[in-house]
C-alpha cells in the first residue's frame, strides 16, 4: 500500500524498525524515531514523527496511546506512545 500521505518515510521505517524489535505490546515514543533519524536535530523532527505515526495509524498498522489509552494522534496534546495493534 502506497504511503497516503507526505510522512518522511526515514521516520515511518524507523518507527517499524524500532517497534519490531520490541516486545508484543510495548510502546515506542515519536522522539526514539526522530533521534534515529535526526541525530542531534532530533528535535526538529518530532512533529514530521508524530504526522509518520499517524499514516501509520491510518494504515492500521500502530495505535497511539496517551496514558495507556488509544488517542487520535491528530488532537493529543502531549506526551503520546506508539504501538503495533493489537
Do not use: F, K, N, Y
Not at 507526505?6 to 519490531?20: F, G, N, Y
Not at 520490541?22 to 508524530?50: F, H, K, N, Y
Not at 509518520?52 to 494504515?59: F, G, N, Q, S, T
Amino acid at each position: 500500500m502506497p504511503p497516503s500521505s507526505a510522512a518522511d518515510p526515514r521516520l515511518v521505517a524507523s518507527i517499524r524498525a524500532l517497534l519490531a524489535l520490541r516486545a508484543e505490546g510495548a510502546t515506542i515514543c515519536p522522539s526514539e524515531a526522530a533521534r534515529e533519524v535526526g541525530g542531534d536535530d532530533w528535535r526538529d523532527l518530532m512533529q514530521p514523527a508524530r504526522d509518520a505515526a499517524r499514516e501509520l495509524v491510518d494504515a492500521g498498522e500502530v495505535e497511539v496511546t496517551q496514558r495507556g489509552e488509544v488517542v487520535d494522534v491528530r488532537t493529543a496534546r502531549g506526551p503520546v506512545r506508539i504501538r503495533r495493534v493489537r
